[in-house]
């Protein structure tokens, strides 16, 4: 079996890592910090301090994670894998960045002899340990099509979209609609509380109609915990993370002369809740937040 490398056991590459363990890969970890990665050495994975030495003892390394300043530690340090050898190694690249830095990192590894599929995930934590996500992917078919084994245990469904840059505009355009709902949600949750409806009453109607997304159901707790001022900084998706990928949003508009109205509102609400400090509350917490506590 293919021995698979993992740089990142954030939140997301626990959960990934934790699935490929289970499946019984042989796999080794690379994290900046190590106890974050405590739990996976505990059940089996192997632990490397250095990118380099990762590379040497792995076959496909997933790399999953939270900032282009992370991405930058793995692939562009002394240790990284600009100055690696990676000739018949098979980079897949999770992350969520630019189109652009995309393709930046897909020319590095490529100049490194290397093979890189673009690979941007849908879903959350447990559809992650679950095997459960959604891969968009970009870059050689014949490369993505032979690594079905290992496909097939990480995703509910994977789709090829052609060369590097067309996954990560896919996963962004993803997130957009989600992203801007929560302001929207909370928007209309004011309209009803100026309007002398109780909130939780507004809110229950709200989810039990179409004025509810797909997964607005799973925030319920997270929505009436803003409202009430009981926040505990427990999420999957954070506000700062949803800056980050809203303004990544804002940026591609930009490159290509459009501009996002929607999205460039939205980011208010969010800058907002940052300015409170709740950089790692969930980013459905804006609901709750934009009918009480935003003017």
């Given at each position: ?8 056991t ?115 934590t ?14 050689k ?68 109609t ?50 996002f ?32 506590n935003?003017?």
């Open positions: 079996m293919k021995k698979i490398g993992l740089c990142g954030g939140k997301m590459g626990k959960a990934i890592g934790a699935r490929l363990i289970e499946k019984e890969y042989n796999l080794s970890i690379w994290n900046r910090t190590k106890s974050n990665s405590d739990d996976l050495i505990k059940s089996g994975g192997k632990f490397f301090k250095k990118v380099s030495e990762l590379v040497d003892e792995v076959d496909i390394i997933i790399v999953i994670l939270g900032n282009d300043d992370a991405l930058k530690n793995v692939y562009e340090t002394e240790t990284g894998f600009k100055n690696c050898d990676l000739k018949n190694k098979i980079i897949i690249e999770m992350s969520t960045t630019s189109v652009n830095y995309m393709k930046e990192l897909s020319n590095l590894v490529l100049n490194q002899n290397g093979s890189f599929i673009e690979c941007p995930v849908g879903g959350s447990k559809p992650a340990r679950d095997g459960q996500l959604l891969g968009l992917m970009g870059g078919k014949s490369e993505i099509d032979s690594l079905d084994f290992l496909f097939s245990h990480l995703f509910r469904r994977y789709e090829y979209l052609g060369e590097i840059g067309k996954g990560t505009a896919m996963k962004l355009a993803i997130n957009l609609p989600l992203l801007v709902y929560w302001q929207s949600l909370g928007e209309a949750l004011k309209l009803t509380c100026q309007n002398g409806i109780q909130f939780e009453k507004a809110l229950d109607i709200m989810i039990d179409s004025g509810a997304c797909k997964v607005a159901h799973l925030k319920i707790e997270t929505i009436l915990k803003a409202y009430n001022n009981n926040l505990n900084g427990s999420s999957t998706f954070g506000l700062e993370s949803s800056l980050k990928d809203m303004k990544l949003m804002q940026d591609d508009a930009l490159k290509h002369d459009n501009y109205s929607i999205v460039s509102e939205a980011i208010k609400y969010i800058e907002k809740g940052l300015d409170q400090n709740l950089h790692y509350e969930d980013a459905a917490c804006t609901s709750g937040l934009i009918p009480k935003f003017n």
